[in-house]
C-alpha cells in the first residue's frame, strides 16, 4: 500500500468512527437522519434537482464537448450544481470536507438506476479524473476515485486509475477559455494496457465547461485512438 493509499485508508477509519459518535445529519438541510435515510433526509432527495440526462442520447453533455471538440459516445450527470444552492454541499462535502462517502453513496445510488437501463452496457472501465500527486495527498483522496468506486460497487466494472495530472492551478474561479488553456496537454496515461480498445466511463464530481474532460479525453485518444468513451459526472452546471 503506498502513502497515498494508506492517508486513503486512515481518512476513512477516523470518518466512520465519527459517524459513530456523533448523528448522521443531511448533508443539505442539516437535519438529523432517521432510519432508512442515508447521506440526505428525504425531503431533500425528493427536491433534488435531476437532470434525467440517461434518458436523453445525445444530451447536453454530447453538445458541450462536442462544441469544444470532441464527441462521446454516452454521458450523464446526476443533479445540477448551482454554486450558492444549498446542495452544493453534495460536492463540496465530498470534495473539500473529507466526505467522500457523500459522493460514494450518490453515484452507488444512481448506478443503481443507470444500470437497470442499461447506460453501463459494454463498459469495460471506470476511469477517475485523476488529481496531482500533491493535492491527492494533501485532500487524502481523490474525489473522482470514489465517485467512481460507488459506481463499481453496484456494476462490477474496474476501476482504471490509469490518469496521471501535472501541476496546474485551479479552475474554480476562471471563466470557459481560462478553463480551457488552463487544463491543455496536463493529463496522460500511465498504462495503456488498461484502455486500449476498450470501452473506458471517464468519471468526475462536475461537469463545467468539459475543459476537463476534453483534455482527459484528449490524452486518453493520443494514447489509444481506437478507444470508445463516455461520460459520467455526479453533477454539472448550467450554461444558460
Same mark, same amino acid.
Given at each position: 500500500?503506498?502513502?497515498?493509499?494508506?492517508?486513503?485508508?486512515?481518512?476513512?477509519?477516523?470518518?466512520?468512527?465519527?459517524?459513530?459518535?456523533?448523528?448522521?445529519?443531511?448533508?443539505?438541510?442539516?437535519?438529523?437522519?432517521?432510519?432508512?435515510?442515508?447521506?440526505?433526509?428525504?425531503?431533500?432527495?425528493?427536491?433534488?434537482?435531476?437532470?434525467?440526462?440517461?434518458?436523453?442520447?445525445?444530451?447536453?453533455?454530447?453538445?458541450?464537448?462536442?462544441?469544444?471538440?470532441?464527441?462521446?459516445?454516452?454521458?450523464?450527470?446526476?443533479?445540477?450544481?448551482y454554486r450558492?444552492? %444549498?446542495?452544493?454541499? #453534495? $460536492?463540496? &462535502?465530498?470534495?473539500?470536507?473529507?466526505?467522500?462517502? +457523500?459522493?460514494? /453513496?450518490? =453515484?452507488?445510488?444512481?448506478?443503481?438506476?443507470?444500470?437497470?437501463?442499461?447506460?453501463?452496457?459494454?463498459?469495460?472501465?471506470?476511469?477517475?479524473?485523476?488529481?496531482?500527486?500533491?493535492?491527492?495527498?494533501?485532500?487524502?483522496?481523490?474525489q473522482a476515485?470514489?465517485?467512481?468506486?460507488?459506481?463499481?460497487?453496484?456494476?462490477?466494472?474496474?476501476?482504471a486509475d490509469?490518469?496521471?495530472?501535472?501541476?496546474?492551478?485551479?479552475?474554480?474561479?476562471?471563466?470557459?477559455?481560462?478553463?480551457?488553456?488552463?487544463?491543455?496537454?496536463?493529463?496522460?496515461? %500511465?498504462?495503456?494496457? #488498461? $484502455?486500449? &480498445?476498450?470501452?473506458?466511463?471517464?468519471?468526475?464530481? +462536475?461537469?463545467? /465547461?468539459? =475543459?476537463?474532460?476534453?483534455?482527459?479525453?484528449?490524452?486518453?485518444?493520443?494514447?489509444?485512438?481506437?478507444?470508445?468513451?463516455?461520460?459520467?459526472?455526479?453533477?454539472?452546471?448550467?450554461?444558460?
Amino acid at each position: 500500500m503506498n502513502l497515498s493509499q494508506t492517508i486513503s485508508t486512515a481518512r476513512l477509519w477516523v470518518e466512520s468512527f465519527f459517524n459513530l459518535i456523533f448523528p448522521d445529519v443531511c448533508t443539505v438541510c442539516q437535519r438529523t437522519l432517521v432510519n432508512g435515510e442515508n447521506v440526505m433526509c428525504l425531503d431533500c432527495r425528493l427536491s433534488l434537482p435531476l437532470t434525467g440526462m440517461h434518458r436523453i442520447q445525445p444530451n447536453e453533455i454530447h453538445e458541450r464537448l462536442f462544441m469544444i471538440g470532441h464527441p462521446v459516445k454516452r454521458a450523464t450527470s446526476l443533479f445540477y450544481y448551482y454554486r450558492e444552492n %444549498e446542495y452544493a454541499r #453534495l $460536492i463540496h &462535502d465530498t470534495k473539500y470536507r473529507s466526505r467522500p462517502i +457523500v459522493g460514494r /453513496t450518490l =453515484a452507488a445510488e444512481h448506478a443503481t438506476e443507470l444500470d437497470a437501463c442499461g447506460f453501463f452496457d459494454g463498459i469495460d472501465a471506470l476511469v477517475p479524473v485523476p488529481l496531482h500527486f500533491f493535492k491527492r495527498l494533501q485532500r487524502g483522496y481523490n474525489q473522482a476515485t470514489e465517485i467512481a468506486e460507488g459506481i463499481s460497487s453496484v456494476t462490477g466494472i474496474p476501476v482504471a486509475d490509469t490518469l496521471s495530472a501535472s501541476f496546474h492551478r485551479s479552475q474554480t474561479r476562471k471563466n470557459a477559455h481560462q478553463r480551457l488553456l488552463n487544463t491543455r496537454n496536463i493529463y496522460s496515461v %500511465e498504462d495503456i494496457s #488498461l $484502455i486500449t &480498445d476498450r470501452h473506458i466511463l471517464l468519471v468526475d464530481d +462536475v461537469i463545467t /465547461t468539459g =475543459a476537463t474532460m476534453l483534455s482527459c479525453i484528449e490524452a486518453i485518444k493520443k494514447a489509444s485512438p481506437t478507444s470508445e468513451i463516455s461520460i459520467y459526472s455526479l453533477a454539472i452546471t448550467r450554461l444558460h
